[in-house]
C-alpha cells in the first residue's frame, strides 16, 4: 500500500493486512494518491522525469517508496505484530484460493474442521513453498520468473528487512493504533473498518497453524521479522 499526499510531502507506506484497506477508504481521493496491492502509477505524475520508464508499465511500491525518502518526504510506514498479520494471510491466501471453488459458508465450515484444516495448510505449503525457482529453469523470453510460493505473497512475506538503511527518518505507526490515527491525527471520518475478519475464524486458523508439520519452519521463518519489529515499535 501506498498513499501519498498531493498538497504535502507527506506519504503512508505498507504491505498487506496491517490495516491499509481501512486508511485507504478514509483519505480523500481530492487530496492523496493511492493504491492497495497494484501499481504506483500516481508516482509518473509527481515524478515526471525519473519515473518515465515505468510510464507503460507496473510502478514497484518499494522503489517508489525509496524516491519520495530521498525526497525528504515525511514517511509513516503502517507495522502489525508479525505472527497477527501472518495468521491473517493464510486467511486471504485460504479465502483467494477457494472462493471460486466453494461457498463463502464452505469455508468457516472448514475452519471449523480442524483435522481437515490443518491437512489443507499443509499441503498448501507443499505443493508451493518448496518449489524454488532454482530448481528448474525458466523460459529465457519470460522475464518475470516466479513460482507461488506463499512466502513471496503480499498478505504473508517478511518486508521489515528492506527499511532497515531508511529507519532513522521513518515514522512506524503499528496498526493497534491505526484507527486513533485516522480520527484524530488526521481528522478522518471511518464508517466502519474494512476487511476486519471474525475473531473465532482467526482464532481456528491460528490453532490450526500451530499444529501443522511445518509450523517448526513457520516459527523460523518469522523470527527475524518480529525481532525487527519490536525494534522499530519501542
Known sequence: MLAVSKTEKKAFYSLGKTGT???????????????????A???????????????????????????????NYEITVIVREP????????????????????????LFEIFEDKERLV???????YLSEFQRQKDFDFDKDFPYPSDFAIHYNYHTRNWLHELIDMQDNLIFLDSSNLTNHIKNDLQLQIEKNQNVS???EINLLENAIKSTNIYFYIEEYLRSEIKLYNIFTR
Open 198 to 200: 471474525n475473531p473465532n
Open 41 to 71: 502509477d500516481f508516482m509518473t505524475e509527481i515524478f515526471p522525469q525519473p519515473y518515465l520508464k515505468w510510464r507503460n508499465g507496473y510502478v514497484n511500491q518499494y522503489e517508489s517508496l525509496k524516491t519520495l525518502y530521498l525526497n
Open 119 to 125: 491437512k489443507i495448510i499443509d499441503r498448501m505449503f
Open 83 to 106: 505472527w497477527k498479520r501472518y495468521v491473517s494471510g493464510i486467511k486471504e491466501i485460504l479465502q483467494d484460493y477457494s472462493q471460486y471453488l466453494i461457498r463463502p459458508e464452505e
Open 21 to 39: 484497506t481501512t486508511l485507504i477508504s478514509a483519505l480523500p481521493n481530492d487530496k492523496w494518491y493511492k493504491t492497495g496491492e497494484m501499481s
